[in-house]
């Protein structure tokens, strides 16, 4: 399912420009004061916990989901892309909102809306509102999200606070993507699973009030709506181009969606530069672990978010698993994740950031190929080996990420630099999804198209371990030069 290594980067001085103090009105003091680093760590990484257990929620249900609402199989990628395409259009303002407006105002602004998203999606009747409420849940985890990591610089300024802080957060990550399938498989159907996310989301947010104080550092200017605009709609005409391509990628229709994300792109580039406040400063482009963030969460989306999202409704149709039994075996591979990213700011010493992308990569890729020819085999046992690998290397991953993403950019745009680097993790697993079942359903097999997938995971785990690591020997010749 996520830079500058100078004294400014380390020191507590570096933060406390972006704090600011009312003293006026003593109701306001709990907010505005000092940061409290354990509370905050509390609630941030809860509140993530139960955004990503709301993203994985219809990994277990897809075919229930799917069956309620008369969902065809052409259109049921959106019902698993709506989240992720909600969160990829909004990340990166929500984090540039974030730094400018408050951290603590867009964190509860998200987490409310979370609950209150998730808890109209229990109520859709059809698959065009169920996947409208699944962006609007998107957008509200954007803003979750980004702020989170943004509290979290500000509460934790040392660099040896930020790697437990942000290694405890990563883990709550895959936490998250671990006991959400198994809470939605345990309740009677779906709709009482989305019900039961959207309370516990709402306690949080009255969490929230309380335990958070406000931080910010605000650039003046208005808010990147064009921006903002062309980039939420060369998503969506990207999405839709590689949901339709399951039927034939050389049609016309394909080729104009992919022609008009490239021109949506290029204008939302050309916005950024010439706006006063940019949803993403371009510059950062030139910095080396920025760059690595960015491959990182691009190729997470791509390689293994997007595998792993289909896999367990695949599981599901060809070995006539239960939710629930489906939602343990996937236990094996987020719950190894979730143990991996717990213990893995012990490696920071020997392994840096970037290593650990390079290794996690590596280790997807070899988990996935041992289950080749699983789905075919007609055992579930097959998989174990796979899942538990894989499940490691996806730990190193949610570890690693957070960490380099605030790390790559100033201490004051830490909220910008997770939005970038989640915003590119999320579009990849819109593509890595709608790829995922354009290549299982097209092969009139689902155990050859579910090798084809894998084969295709593991071939761009590969790509993202090698983007890593060219960005790290750019990073070691511009230092040295």
Do not use: K
């Not at 907010?31 to 955004?51: E, I, K, M, N, W």
């Not at 957070?402 to 790559?408: A, G, H, K, N, T």
């Not at 155990?447 to 690591?469: F, K, Q, T």
């Amino acid at each position: 399912m996520t830079g500058l290594n100078s004294p400014a980067a380390s020191t507590p001085a570096a933060t406390t420009p972006a704090v600011t103090t009312h003293t006026a009105a003593p109701r306001l003091r709990r907010r505005d004061g000092p940061p409290r680093p354990r509370a905050t760590l509390a609630v941030t990484s809860a509140a993530t916990a139960v955004a990503l257990m709301t993203y994985t929620a219809p990994m277990v249900t897809l075919p229930g989901t799917a069956a309620a609402l008369h969902t065809p199989l052409s259109a049921q990628a959106w019902l698993l892309n709506g989240t992720p395409l909600g969160l990829a259009a909004l990340l990166l303002i929500a984090g540039s909102l974030a730094d400018d407006h408050g951290r603590r105002r867009v964190f509860l602004a998200g987490t409310l809306a979370l609950g209150l998203t998730t808890v109209l999606g229990a109520l859709a009747t059809s698959t065009w509102q169920f996947t409208l409420a699944r962006i609007a849940q998107g957008a509200a985890s954007a803003a979750l999200l980004a702020s989170s990591l943004g509290l979290l610089v500000h509460a934790f300024p040392t660099p040896r606070g930020r790697l437990r802080a942000t290694g405890v957060w990563g883990a709550f990550v895959s936490g998250g993507i671990a006991v959400g399938p198994l809470v939605t498989g345990a309740l009677p159907n779906w709709r009482a699973a989305y019900a039961v996310l959207g309370a516990a989301t709402l306690v949080t947010a009255a969490l929230g009030t309380r335990a958070l104080s406000e931080s910010r550092a605000p650039r003046g200017g208005r808010p990147d709506v064009l921006g903002a605009l062309a980039f939420g709609l060369a998503l969506v005409t990207l999405v839709a181009a590689l949901t339709l391509g399951r039927d034939g990628w050389l049609r016309a229709p394909v080729g104009l969606l992919l022609a008009a994300a490239v021109a949506l792109l290029g204008v939302f580039a050309l916005l950024e530069r010439r706006t006063g406040t940019p949803m993403i400063d371009l510059s950062l482009l030139r910095r080396p672990r920025f760059l690595a963030s960015s491959a990182g969460g691009l190729f997470t989306g791509l390689a293994v978010i997007g595998l792993f999202s289909y896999l367990p409704a695949l599981v599901q149709q060809t070995l006539g698993l239960s939710p629930m039994t489906t939602a343990w075996l996937l236990l094996l591979w987020s719950g190894t994740s979730f143990a991996v990213a717990l213990q893995a700011r012990h490696l920071a010493g020997r392994v840096p950031p970037r290593g650990q992308l390079v290794l996690g990569f590596v280790l997807h890729a070899a988990g996935v190929l041992t289950m080749l020819g699983a789905i075919g085999s007609g055992s579930w046992l097959r998989l174990l080996p796979g899942l538990l690998v894989g499940g490691a290397g996806s730990g190193l991953l949610n570890a690693a990420l957070p960490l380099l993403s605030v790390e790559s950019v100033p201490p004051d745009r830490a909220a910008m630099g997770s939005g970038a680097q989640q915003t590119l993790r999320y579009i990849g697993s819109c593509a890595g999804v709608a790829l995922t079942i354009a290549l299982v359903t097209s092969t009139g097999s689902p155990a050859r198209g579910a090798d084809v997938a894998m084969v295709v995971s593991a071939g761009l785990a590969v790509v993202g371990a090698v983007s890593v690591g060219v960005s790290r020997e750019r990073g070691v010749s511009r230092e040295r030069g």
